[in-house]
Every structure is written in structure tokens, then in C-alpha cells.
């Protein structure tokens, strides 16, 4: 009996659940570390749905959990490499041009940002990868701030191996019950993104009107 079928007796096997299957089914680990690779450089990929499947596939007998644990960690420094990259290559000259053509900013609030990152970027790309949406994208200010290859190496294979094994061995200690875990972490992500657009909200708020004071105070 196939994955898709042991993991979605109930379901369509199609969406992600029945993508991730399939390539789990067809390449094994490597299909699961494939898999991750993409729900880093694709953020919408669910990775509270990948990992507990694949942590089931590994309950189930398909895969071992080492491989299990193994693939799903190199997928995800695989992916977050890529994406330091394409930070690096896109580098601070041209980040600060960018940022210099926005409304509602300051040159001196990316040189505060920067300068933030320096003191703790360490912390930000470790613990950045135990963070629903986030995971992916503190891989690009450490590539534009050219963090230090082996340390950046370092600090995504530790975090991004805790992430996976607690989501990993959920699926494997869940059984067909699996798919509790989205549930759950799905409401982590989610109040993650209402406090990101909250802040979003409050720094706009809070530069225009700072800017209407200033331009009230010019006015004669």
C-alpha cells in the first residue's frame, strides 16, 4: 500500500498533502528533502504539513526516521542556502537604491536594520528558523550582509534540525492522526503573520504622522 493511500485514506490524493506523498513514495527520503527544499524557497508550501507526513511515512515503515530526519534537514539548509545567495547577489548597494525609492522610509532606518543584524544576526538566522514564515526569509539579509558562509551553514543546520525533528516526530508519534499538527502550528503561523501586519500598520501610522507634523511645522 502506497503512502498517499495510508496517509489520505479519506482524501482526494491530490494538494499538497498528496504532492508531498507521492514524492516521498517515489524517491524515499531524498523526495521528502526535495520537498522542504521547495517550502523554503516557496513559503506557501506548507512545512507543518510535509514534515509530520513524512515523520508518518517514517512510522509507517516507508521511510526510516534517520532519513526521515536526515532529508528533511539537508532540504532545508539547501533552501535557505539558495535563498542567501540571491541576497548576496543582489547585495546592499542595490538594497539601499531600492529602499531609497520607497515611500514612508529613511535611508537610516535600513542603516539601524543593518546594524541591528550585525549585533544579533546570529540569533535572528538561528532562531529565525524555528518560526513559521520567517524560516525562509531571514536567509536574505544574511546573504546581503554577507554573513560568514560556515557560521550561517552552522546556525540554519541547528535550527532547521530542532524545527524538523519537533514536527517530524510529531507525525511519527501521531500516526494517521498526522495531520493534528497543521492544525495547530497553522494557528502559530497565523498569529505570527496578524503581529507582522499589526507592526506593518503601526510603523505606516506612525511615518505619516510624522511626516504631517513635519510639514505642518514648515508651513508659514
Not at 39 to 66: C, D, K, R
Not at 105 to 128: I, M, N
Not at 129 to 140: G, H, K, W
Request: charged residues 15%; contains cysteine; hydrophobic residues 55%.
Amino acid at each position: 500500500m502506497d503512502l498517499v493511500t495510508l496517509a489520505l485514506p479519506q482524501e482526494p490524493a491530490d494538494g499538497i498533502a498528496g504532492w508531498a506523498a507521492d514524492l516521498v513514495d517515489a524517491l524515499g527520503g531524498p523526495g521528502a528533502g526535495l520537498a522542504i527544499a521547495l517550502e523554503n524557497l516557496f513559503p506557501p508550501l506548507p512545512s507543518e504539513v510535509i514534515l509530520p507526513l513524512t515523520g508518518f511515512a517514517a512510522g509507517q515503515g516507508v521511510i526510516s526516521l534517520f532519513s526521515a530526519l536526515l532529508w528533511t534537514t539537508l532540504g532545508s539548509v539547501a533552501g535557505a542556502t539558495v535563498l542567501y545567495w540571491i541576497g548576496m547577489l543582489f547585495g546592499r548597494e542595490r538594497m539601499h537604491a531600492l529602499w531609497a525609492r520607497l515611500p514612508l522610509v529613511r535611508s537610516t532606518d535600513l542603516v539601524r536594520t543593518e546594524e541591528w543584524f550585525a549585533r544579533h544576526g546570529t540569533k535572528a538566522v538561528f532562531l529565525g528558523r524555528m518560526v513559521p514564515v520567517f524560516r525562509s526569509l531571514i536567509s536574505v539579509p544574511a546573504g546581503l550582509e554577507r554573513m560568514s558562509m560556515p557560521v550561517f551553514l552552522l546556525l540554519t543546520t541547528l535550527g532547521s534540525l530542532i524545527w524538523n525533528a519537533v514536527l517530524v516526530m510529531a507525525g511519527y508519534w501521531l500516526g494517521d492522526r498526522w495531520d493534528l499538527v497543521e492544525t495547530y502550528v497553522g494557528i502559530v503561523s497565523k498569529a505570527v503573520l496578524v503581529l507582522v501586519v499589526a507592526a506593518l500598520v503601526c510603523y505606516v501610522g506612525l511615518r505619516l504622522r510624522t511626516r504631517g507634523a513635519a510639514r505642518h511645522r514648515r508651513t508659514p
